[in-house]
């Protein structure tokens, strides 16, 4: 089983994907079948316990060559499939992004799992674990990711403008390089921690100012919001009760179909609430335009702007309007949601309701687990 899924699967998708036509879609595709055969391998099917039969357990020898299967077909497929001249360049550019980005969610995860294996619950080790990732967590995006600043200009002084709407005093605005291929912007920033805002190369080329200003309302809503730290106490809350519930059940933690149950409780539970914070990200850039322009209900231009936007993504990344995203929905129903907005009272928005009361209750859930 750890042949097949170590090297028979990955040899497979990467074998179709050379063999056929390069699209985006195929190489994600194959990629995710790399990474996610590896995964089960490594969390489901003891593979790094294998590794250590053969090394001993060696500092970082061991880690090395349990995550060489991988990066070897990753390697391959990038090298045969790069869409620009210089292949050295661009699998350097997605070893970057793809591996060692994964080696720390991975490094977090085995974490966890190490100390579950010694201690049987949580305790202030995992605490402790919880808070190196947090407090490293942004010195090890700006490090790994290829960003730079963004420069002086009225691009930067118009993104400015919006991180202040957004309360957010002297905010961190990065360009990431991505040989112009893709079209991004992301948040990072836990509470306490600076604020930082990406945004890809590609996304300040290729999109209008008042679309690039679109994006960033969403991004910043982000943080005016804290919908980073929420999320993590959402994974932390979904954990701590499972393992409450396993232990007052007298279950022990170490079957895979526990493991896994934990680890998909905790993604679903992520999942779902991370759709309610976009859809409140959207509202804002909307909100934000129309206080801008002077009005107290949202405006027709006001959700137009943020729907336009929203177009030219999915138009300038190849992809459907209709294309179903995990965390985010499809970009129709995404348009169709904002433009049901116009007319609201700004003060009288559902969805920011409804976010509090889910903020509310993953504190509650929090909260109360410490007293059980």
Sequence with gaps: MLAFLLFALPLVATI??????????????AVTVILFSWLIALLGMSWLYHVRLVTGNLILVDEILAVLPPIIFLVVLWWFTSPIGNKIS??????????????????????????????????????????????????????????????????????????????????????????????????????????????SDKLLRDLTQNEVIAVARHEFAHHKFMHTTFLWLTFVCVML??????E????????????????????????????????????????????????????????????????AIAFLNGHSPQRRDYLHGSISKRQQYLRSLVGFPILKIPINTRVRFIKIGILSLLVLRFIV
């Design 241 to 246: 009760w499972v393992f409450y519930f396993t």
């Design 90 to 199: 661009w699998v350097l550019h997605r070893l970057r992004f793809d591996v060692l980005m994964l080696l720390l969610i991975v490094l977090f995860i085995l974490g966890i799992q190490e100390v579950e294996e010694s201690t049987g619950d949580f305790g202030f080790v995992w605490i402790a674990i919880l808070l190196l990732f947090y407090a490293l967590a942004p010195l090890y995006f700006l490090i790994i990711l290829p960003t730079s600043r963004i420069k002086e200009g009225v691009v930067k002084n118009a993104i400015t403008q919006v991180a202040s709407n957004a309360g957010i005093k002297k905010p961190n605005i990065y360009i990431l390089h991505t040989h112009y291929k893709i079209l991004n912007a992301m948040a990072y920033g836990l509470l306490f921690q600076r604020k930082f805002v990406l945004f």
């Design 248 to 311: 007052v059940a007298g279950v022990e933690l170490h079957f895979l179909a526990l493991k896994s149950t934990k680890w998909i409780g905790a993604i679903i539970a992520f999942v779902l609430v991370s759709r309610q914070f976009e859809k409140q990200a959207d509202t804002y850039a909307v909100v934000d335009f129309a206080r801008t322009s002077g009005s107290d209900i949202v405006t027709e231009d006001a959700a137009n702007s943020m729907a336009k936007a929203l177009q």
């Design 16 to 29: 179709v994907v050379l063999l056929s036509k390069h699209t985006a879609a195929r190489i994600s595709i």
